[in-house]
């Protein structure tokens, strides 16, 4: 929400239409869409009215809306398959990350400068806070 003055000097607030699409998701029990990230498979809407649509998330689906054959999007295994290749990268980055930061901060240490060095690092890492 943005806070704004009106013509007579009066605050209010300005719902962003981001805003209103979490609140009315919210309303219906669904988490905010920036949780959702990257193609979802095909899935059903609920409008809370009584209307129920169909979310495709491939083409088959998309072509095809009442053919559940059709779907083409990967099972629940391939999606967690997917996901562990994910976490195995990311973790091999950390690591990688872990270690440059190692041979960093021991070539740092032994540098003469190497304390004040250090504490500007901390100070510039605090104020990114
Ligand atoms: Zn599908």
């Known amino acids: 929400m943005t806070g704004t003055l009106d013509a007579h000097g009066n605050a209010y607030t300005v719902e962003t239409l981001q805003e209103k699409a979490d609140r009315l998701r919210a309303e219906q029990g669904l988490p905010p ?19 129920r649509y169909l979310i495709p998330g491939c083409a088959g689906r998309a072509q095809d809306p009442d053919n559940a054959d059709a779907c083409g999007c990967p ?29 960093v901060a021991m070539t740092v240490d032994a540098h003469p400068d190497g304390r004040k060095i250090m504490k500007q690092a901390a100070n510039r890492a605090e104020d990114d806070r």
């Not at 869409?33 to 209307?51: A, F, N």
């Open 75 to 103: 099972d629940l295994a391939t999606q967690l398959d997917k996901a562990h290749r994910e976490i195995e990268a990311l973790k091999a980055e950390l690591q990688g990350a872990r270690t440059w930061h190692a041979y």
């Open 33 to 51: 869409e920036s949780q959702h990230s990257g193609p979802q498979p095909c899935h059903w809407y609920d409008d809370g009215h009584g209307g």
